[in-house]
């Protein structure tokens, strides 16, 4: 008996450094170490900003929530307005909303909130992201505070993250001042951070092997009625809402009408108005627009910031329903372009 507990002590020290010292000490995810945030190549961005937030209440009073598709959208070039780009990669409205939710329950409750809609919106199974340590939700729901949080961080403390820790040193070399100054005091990617070369042939396959990750599901009833409660909650709280559609390249525009993105944005306007930037125009149709097949550039951001916050559009563009204002009354015309 006493060698079985001896070598049970053994395997107990030799487990402890593996499963709880070593990923809280190294921290691919950043989840012990928010305020001190590093580029690890695997940050879980939305525990991290939340928790920032949350610890400097008044230093916003304007937030930008949406997936990875905003953040590009350089939120220092709205005036008048103390904005941090919330975004997070493959956010979805559920999220969005919990996230408010538990900002406005601690006292956080901004002027202005601009929410960006893509196809995540309505075609993403939000459980995906709470069994991914990368993009795990913000602890929220009706259970005690403490009890949340001690669950969350616990599920960072087990021998799966070790194998991260690699990767973390690797991205150890990009870590810098730079990098957290920007993450807290914008939220999204540095105007000058441009992707590397991109090989726009092939794209279906791209998309094809995008979506076999997170696969596309129709959740568009769940999504509007999570938009709806996002618009209840700053209804309550006297915040302005502006909402808006993340432009889309045309191949990935093309896929989700074919999975009902035009019904999904007609009852949208049922919900409430929004600013239309999905479509086929002379933006979606030309790669220079895009850092990827996924993802609009820095500059055509400038665009939908230009149209939303200073009602600046081009008229070619506006014309082909480019930065329009989406209502009740004009949303065929608006789709039909």
């Not at 009706?142 to 799966?160: G, Q």
Request: hydrophobic fraction near 40%; include cysteine; charged fraction near 20%.
């Amino acid at each position: 008996m006493k060698k079985f507990i001896q070598k049970v002590l053994v395997l107990l020290a030799c487990y402890i450094p593996v499963a709880f010292v070593l990923p809280v000490l190294y921290d691919p995810f950043n989840v012990f170490h928010y305020q001190n945030v590093r580029d690890t190549g695997a940050i879980n961005s939305n525990y991290v900003k939340m928790r920032y937030i949350l610890d400097n209440p008044d230093t916003f009073d304007a937030f930008m929530l949406g997936s990875s598709k905003v953040s590009t959208l350089d939120v220092t070039r709205i005036t008048g307005l103390r904005c941090y780009n919330m975004t997070r990669p493959w956010g979805t409205p559920q999220e969005y909303a919990d996230n408010l939710r538990v900002l406005v329950d601690n006292g956080v409750i901004p002027k202005t909130v601009f929410l960006g809609i893509d196809t995540a919106s309505g075609w993403l199974d939000p459980s995906i992201n709470e069994r991914q340590l990368g993009s795990k939700p913000y602890p929220s729901g009706s259970a005690p505070k403490d009890a949340r949080h001690a669950a969350f961080l616990a599920s960072y403390c087990n021998p799966m993250v070790y194998s991260l820790l690699l990767t973390t040193l690797r991205h150890k070399a990009k870590d810098g001042e730079a990098y957290r100054r920007q993450f807290y005091e914008n939220g999204g990617k540095a105007r000058t951070e441009k992707p590397e070369h991109y090989r726009w042939d092939n794209l279906a396959f791209q998309l094809q092997a995008r979506f076999a990750q997170h696969p596309i599901e129709n959740r568009i009833d769940e999504g509007l009625n999570d938009i709806k409660t996002i618009v209840a909650l700053c209804q309550q709280y006297d915040i302005r809402l502006i909402i808006f559609t993340s432009p889309l390249h045309e191949a990935e525009f093309r896929l989700f009408v074919e999975h009902g993105y035009l019904d999904f944005l007609r009852t949208l306007a049922d919900i409430s108005d929004y600013y239309n930037f999905a479509g086929i125009n002379d933006i979606s149709i030309n790669n220079a627009n895009f850092d990827d097949v996924f993802h609009h550039n820095i500059e055509t951001g400038d665009l939908v910031l230009d149209a939303i916050v200073n009602g600046s559009v081009e008229p070619r563009l506006l014309s082909q329903g480019f930065g329009v204002l989406v209502t009740k009354e004009n949303v065929d015309n608006v789709l039909m372009r």
